[in-house]
């Protein structure tokens, strides 16, 4: 069934935060990974993040630089890509800067929390219901129908982890900062789950990249048929000895939309 390219977008420490527990927001990106980031951006049709990126981060979800969006207007499309949220619970505040601008907005959510979304939302997006749950799958087939080809993932790590456990994502941008964070109460690029691309089904790398200390990692899934990475899905023998039974990562990242 036909449905967008997704590429999903994420930075992150060595060890796989996306955040500290700090009150300001962590940068893990340099000015130059940010301009990359929006010539990828003016590249989409549409762009999501979840609603617990809005609430924490309050975004604008645009195209920064002027010159692409005078090409995307140019083009006959909007300045900035749609911008597509997604919410279980339905807490979002119709005041966030992502409901600003010109762009379509989208509010994808659940058929029991549709209603009050549509009360508070209506008038700043499309408040649309997938269902009894947060379906990953059923999104992409809406945006397929407001014809969306190219959509951008840009997290958080519940959003993260929904898309990539469902196996829905095409391309993988992993920027990696260049210092650890170390905090198991800290958000993660993605929390426990079933990952269709696990050791026997790696990725493939499709570039590494320097940029200054930080380095850009490409990948894609293998296509059907494919043999895999180089690693080819082999297992070292696990050593013997002690093995903690505390996962990574806390309970931050379940995978579920709030």
């Known amino acids: 069934m036909p449905r967008p390219h997704v590429l999903l ?6 060890d796989g935060y996306i955040d500290d527990v700090g009150t300001e927001r962590l940068l893990l990106s340099d000015d130059a990974d940010l301009d990359r980031v929006d010539a990828v951006r003016a590249g989409m049709d549409a762009i999501l993040v979840g609603a617990g990126t809005i609430r924490a981060d309050d975004p604008r979800l645009e195209v920064r630089s002027a010159e692409r969006r005078a090409r995307r207007s140019a083009g006959a499309r909007p300045a900035t890509p749609v911008k ?5 619970g339905g807490d979002l505040d119709p005041g966030a800067r ?9 509010v994808y959510t659940t058929d029991a929390a549709v209603g009050g979304l549509r009360t ?10 997938l269902g009894p749950v947060v379906d990953p799958a059923v ?8 014809s969306i080809e190219r959509l951008m993932v840009e997290g958080g790590g519940a959003v993260h982890t929904l898309f990539l456990t469902a196996g829905l994502v095409d391309e993988l941008h992993l920027v990696v900062a260049p210092f650890f964070v170390g905090d198991a109460a800290a958000p993660r690029f993605t929390g426990p789950g079933v990952f269709p691309h696990g050791p026997a ?5 499709l570039e590494a990249r320097p940029m200054g200390d930080l380095v850009l990692l490409r990948y894609a899934p293998v296509p059907a048929g494919g043999a895999g990475g180089a690693a080819g899905g082999a297992r070292e023998p696990r050593p ?4 903690s039974a505390s996962a990574p990562g806390g309970a931050t990242g379940t995978g579920v939309v709030a």
């Not at 597509?84 to 279980?88: D, I, P, Q, R």
């Not at 999104?139 to 407001?146: E, K, Q, V």
């Not at 089904?201 to 790398?205: D, E, G, K, S, Y």
């Open 240 to 243: 013997r000895g002690p093995v």
């Open 98 to 106: 992502f409901f600003t601008g010109d762009t379509d907005k989208i």
């Open 201 to 205: 089904r790696p990725l493939t790398l």
């Open 9 to 14: 977008s994420v930075a992150a420490s060595i």
């Open 120 to 129: 508070r939302l209506g008038s700043v997006a499309d408040v649309v219901p």
């Open 139 to 146: 999104l992409l087939a809406d945006l397929t129908t407001r």
């Open 84 to 88: 597509v949220t997604v919410t279980a």
